[in-house]
């Protein structure tokens, strides 16, 4: 499976993106996903997840009630809806892969597959 991101740029303060990404290969619906970002000089961060077949989502407490992921199996593809962006929100956002499992994880070292990244700028 290869994952594309798409979406990232520049944004003021309280303003949205939408970041997508499009996950090749036959067995989408055998993957849960994950968004992480990292920040300058900083480690990898979970941001949000979502099960194979879309029934469980989760979110950082940093993102949760701004942020929204979700998955279309018929386009392949997994949005991650962020509003009331802030400064601190700034970061390279990825999307990862791991075979789909009991609960979605957190932790970046479960996922194996992993696009490229967009950049994404909050400015204040």
């Known amino acids: 499976v290869q994952l594309v991101e798409s979406g990232g740029g520049l944004v003021q303060a309280g303003g949205s993106l939408r970041l997508s990404c499009v996950v090749s290969?036959?067995?989408?619906?055998?993957?849960?996903i994950a968004w992480f970002r990292r920040g300058s000089g900083e480690d990898r961060q979970f941001v949000a997840a979502?099960?194979?077949?879309?029934?469980?989502?989760q979110y950082a407490d940093s993102v949760k009630g701004r942020f929204t992921t979700s998955r279309d199996s018929a386009e392949k593809m997994v949005f991650l809806q962020m509003n009331s962006l802030q400064p601190e929100d700034t970061a390279v956002y990825y999307c990862?892969?791991?075979?789909?499992?009991?609960?979605?994880?957190?932790?970046?070292?479960?996922?194996?597959?992993w696009g490229q990244g967009t950049q994404v700028t909050v400015s204040s």
């Open positions: 979502v099960s194979a077949m879309g029934g469980r989502t």
């Open positions: 990862a892969a791991t075979a789909a499992g009991l609960r979605t994880s957190t932790n970046w070292k479960s996922y194996r597959r």
């Open positions: 290969g036959r067995t989408f619906s055998r993957y849960d």
